[in-house]
Nanobody, 120 residues
Framework: QEQLVESGGGLVQAGDSLRLSCTAS????????MGWFRQAPGKERTFVAA????????QYAPAVKGRFTITRANDKNTIYLQMNSLKPDDTAVYYC?????????????WGQGTQVTVSS
């Protein structure tokens, strides 16, 4: 069983940056592809970014490509989401997940989420 804990969310202004972290509990972390999703109020959970288990491939949603960067540190059982040039539309609860790719229903494990709010 993989437990995931996100951190790093907060309230920022448009144009600012934030870095989210997600730390996994199990030693099997290194075998999983990992992803970030987000869910705005009243909307479905959507894909943000994913990284392969060996950090060989990274994929981004069009809305964040060029602004967000997903990375992982397998020695720390942690993935990161560096978010730059934030916009009010980026406001959402951000979730990390393990064991899938760009579709939410592929993932086996989810964190509890961290709130990101971007004011204009």
């Amino acid at each position: 069983q993989e437990q995931l804990v996100e951190s790093g969310g907060g309230l920022v202004q448009a144009g600012d940056s934030l870095r989210l972290s997600c730390t996994a509990s199990a030693h099997t972390f290194n075998t999983y592809h990992m992803g970030w999703f987000r869910q705005a109020p009243g909307k479905e959970r959507t894909f943000v970014a994913a990284v392969t288990w060996n950090d060989n491939i990274r994929q981004y949603a069009p809305a964040v490509k060029g602004r967000f960067t997903i990375t992982r540190a397998n020695d720390k059982n942690t993935i990161y989401l560096q978010m730059n040039s934030l916009k009010p539309d980026d406001t959402a609860v951000y979730y990390c997940a393990a064991g899938g790719w760009d579709q939410a229903d592929e993932y086996k494990y989810w964190g509890q989420g961290t709130q990101v709010t971007v004011s204009s």
